[in-house]
């Protein structure tokens, strides 16, 4: 890969709106005109969801019946698809949703996104798997990060990020009359789980459209996806995708 300069970047992504105050685009919800959720965390007073059994219960609820849904799957890279698309291909009939405007530089989302289509035509399936690329519209994400550079990885700025393409993926799921829609990213230790459930669900109400909650790093699946990886000679990016991520990612 080429040489970056991350600082050059970030200073773009500052100056992206000349004449716009910092916070302006402090998240994607507040650019639609509703409010994000403080943080990832459930009220205390709650008991944790247990998404892998909410999960393997709906599963089975279809077996019993005799149903294939439907499942239009958001995906973020070929590895991090590869174990779901093992694990959830017997049960839906799966299209896998290309949509990470955050990839940087585009020569990375390009190897990514043919990466992605290797796999899926190389993998022997329980069921056909359909494949769908969104557009590469890094301007839009650049937008949502406006007055979050700051934001550590894993906080208020990936949350915002986790929403970008989560409403994307709804709004493609309901032009497309699928059942369900939901997301590879949970299979990662460095995502957070619940605020994805959190954001999915909330946009399933506002879309019409069913969130498949899922945890898919339980039973392994993270284990599961590197064995895949290395199985598949994929190619395994060494950071999460956004100039943000760059040094982290490399540094770990």
């Known amino acids: 890969m080429a040489e970056i300069d991350v600082e050059k970047r970030k200073e773009k992504i500052i100056n992206y709106e000349e004449g716009g105050t910092p916070g302006q685009f402090s998240g994607f919800a507040e650019r639609r005109g509703r409010q994000s959720k403080p943080?990832?965390?459930?009220?205390?007073?709650?008991?944790?969801?247990?998404?892998?059994?909410?999960?393997?219960?709906?599963?089975?609820?279809?077996?019993q019946a005799?149903?294939?849904?439907?499942?239009?799957?958001?995906?973020?890279?070929?590895?991090?698809?590869?174990?779901?698309?093992?694990?959830?291909?017997?049960?839906?009939?799966?299209?896998?949703?290309?949509?990470?405007?955050?990839?940087?530089?585009?020569?990375?989302?390009?190897?990514?996104?043919?990466?992605?289509?290797?796999?899926?035509?190389?993998?022997?399936?329980?069921?056909?798997?359909?494949?769908v690329e969104g557009t590469y519209d890094e301007e839009r994400f650049y937008e949502m990060a406006r007055g979050l550079e700051q934001e550590p990885e894993g906080g208020e700025r990936c949350f915002s990020c986790y929403q970008l393409r989560?409403?994307?993926?709804?709004?493609?799921?309901?032009?497309?009359?699928?059942?369900?829609?939901?997301?590879?990213l949970s299979i990662s230790p460095l995502k957070n789980a619940d605020?994805?459930?959190e954001i999915g669900l909330a946009l399933a109400e506002e879309y019409g459209v069913s969130y498949l909650v899922s945890d898919f790093k339980k039973k392994n699946g993270y284990r599961r996806s590197v064995e895949l990886s290395k199985e598949?000679?994929?190619?395994?990016?060494?950071?999460c995708g956004c100039v943000f991520s760059i040094g982290e990612g490399r540094q770990s």
């Open 66 to 131: 005799g149903e294939v849904p439907t499942l239009f799957l958001h995906s973020c890279c070929a590895p991090c698809s590869s174990y779901v698309l093992e694990y959830l291909s017997d049960f839906f009939e799966i299209t896998v949703f290309y949509y990470n405007p955050n990839i940087y530089p585009e020569e990375e989302y390009r190897k990514r996104v043919l990466e992605q289509q290797a796999f899926i035509e190389r993998f022997p399936a329980g069921n056909p798997i359909r494949f």
């Open 195 to 197: 605020k994805l459930n």
């Open 166 to 184: 989560l409403r994307e993926a709804a709004e493609y799921a309901r032009e497309r009359g699928m059942d369900y829609f939901t997301t590879t």
């Open 232 to 239: 598949y000679g994929m190619y395994r990016q060494d950071y």
């Open 39 to 63: 943080n990832g965390r459930q009220n205390s007073n709650q008991p944790k969801r247990n998404y892998q059994k909410e999960l393997e219960a709906l599963i089975e609820k279809h077996r």
